[in-house]
């Protein structure tokens, strides 16, 4: 079934879901399940409740957040998650749909509320997202809790039609479409950004882990024979930028090297990075949302995966496999030395020019990538067709 064609007929059936979100250390955990929730309330209305360990985390993502216990923001029901509190009494009883974001462990006296239920509900195990092999043999496997005997379901997001898909809003493409067929959307985002650059300048977006290999691509877009406008949202990766220039990086302030122009820039909501990512020429992302974000943006781009003891380049592979599919090997070598090199810490200034020269490629691989993307059944339609199949 098309993600377009999911009818709204799981309201009666499964009217409650509840989403518990525990922050590791960065925004990727928060990211994902906060899109999901908004999601599932908005074009299925369901009604959602999403638990979440840190508050603070949360607000940076969504600014109008409160310091408080519970509260409604578009259409969801905000719960702060602390400890074992999430009891039959605060919770108002376990509910249908139970979604444990990244095996984040639910609390004991919650999973002894869902055992309690006439009617078991349902549960996933939420995995991360990735593109190796094994997402589609284990995808929707059920284990038993060995305590309760309730039935826990592996989801797992990916990009074949056998795992769980990835997160994206119904309108998600029309929108960058309109948002990137108008130009003065772009000029008055970046007026509002207190960005001046030209049109022969070309607008990246820079947000990534710390990583040595970074003063390497400043200096290669320094020396470039075109213009680069590095724009970074406040966070960890600012005081590495400040080291390779030697001076700091006041928020707003834009510092010319060169080439190269460095601005930081507020650390934004969703939405509004959605709109940086459309407006940049090349996106440079981390983890796992803004990933998907960047994919949905139809721009060339540099993945920071999450480091995992060497895991994470097994993961980025499988990633590079799907991604470069439909390049010449010349052009597949060029993406995959550029991420490479970046996952590494290795040397970025021959592999950024290389990937520069098969820029233009590169954009439309990007683009057509996107859309063959939007065209299957997207992660919020896959968990409800899922649960409208077993009842």
Not at 86 to 107: I, K
Not at 163 to 174: A, C, K, N, S
Not at 176 to 189: G, I, M, N
Not at 333 to 361: G, K
Request: charged share 20%.
């Amino acid at each position: 079934m098309d993600a377009k064609t999911v009818q709204v007929t799981i309201d009666k059936a499964v009217p409650r879901w509840d989403i518990f979100c525990a922050v590791v250390d960065n925004f990727g955990d928060i990211g994902v399940c906060w899109r999901l929730a908004r999601q599932l309330a908005a074009e299925y209305n369901l009604s959602v409740r999403l638990w979440v360990d840190q508050l603070a985390p949360f607000r940076a993502l969504c600014p109008t957040l409160q310091e408080c216990d519970q509260q409604w923001l578009e259409g969801v029901d905000v719960r702060h998650w602390q400890g074992e509190n999430c009891t039959p009494e605060t919770s108002d009883g376990a509910a249908d749909v139970v979604v444990e974001g990244f095996a984040c462990n639910l609390p004991a006296a919650y999973i002894e509320a869902m055992a309690a239920r006439e009617e078991a509900p349902i549960w996933f195990n939420l995995e991360y997202l990735t593109a190796e092999p094994w997402a589609d043999e284990y995808h929707s496997l059920p284990s038993i809790d060995a305590q309760t005997g309730l039935r826990k379901v592996l989801f797992v997001p990916g990009f074949s039609a056998h795992t769980g898909g990835i997160l994206r809003e119904r309108d998600v493409i029309e929108r960058r479409d309109q948002w990137q067929s108008h130009s003065t959307y772009r000029s008055l985002f970046l007026k509002q950004l207190n960005v001046q650059c030209d049109h022969h300048t070309r607008l990246v977006s820079l947000f990534s882990y710390e990583n040595s290999a970074l003063p390497e691509l400043l200096r290669a877009m320094e020396q470039f024979s075109q213009k680069h406008c590095v724009l970074v949202p406040m966070g960890r990766v600012v005081a590495s930028i400040e080291s390779y220039l030697g001076e700091s990086l006041p928020l707003g302030q834009a510092i010319t090297r060169g080439a190269l122009t460095v601005q930081a820039i507020p650390f934004l909501a969703q939405a509004e990075y959605d709109h940086l990512l459309w407006s940049c020429d090349f996106n440079i992302v981390r983890g796992e949302d803004s990933l998907v974000r960047a994919l949905w943006a139809g721009k060339p781009l540099l993945w920071h995966i999450y480091p995992q003891e060497g895991e994470h380049l097994i993961k980025l592979q499988a990633f590079l496999t799907r991604y470069t599919e439909g390049l010449t090997p010349e052009q597949a070598a060029a993406v995959t030395a550029l991420w490479m090199a970046w996952n590494t810490q290795a040397s970025m200034v021959e592999p950024w020019q290389q990937a520069l020269a098969e820029l233009p490629t590169l954009s439309r691989q990007a683009r057509s990538w996107a859309l063959l993307q939007s065209g299957k059944t997207d992660l919020a339609a896959k968990m409800v067709q899922f649960c409208t199949k077993l009842v």
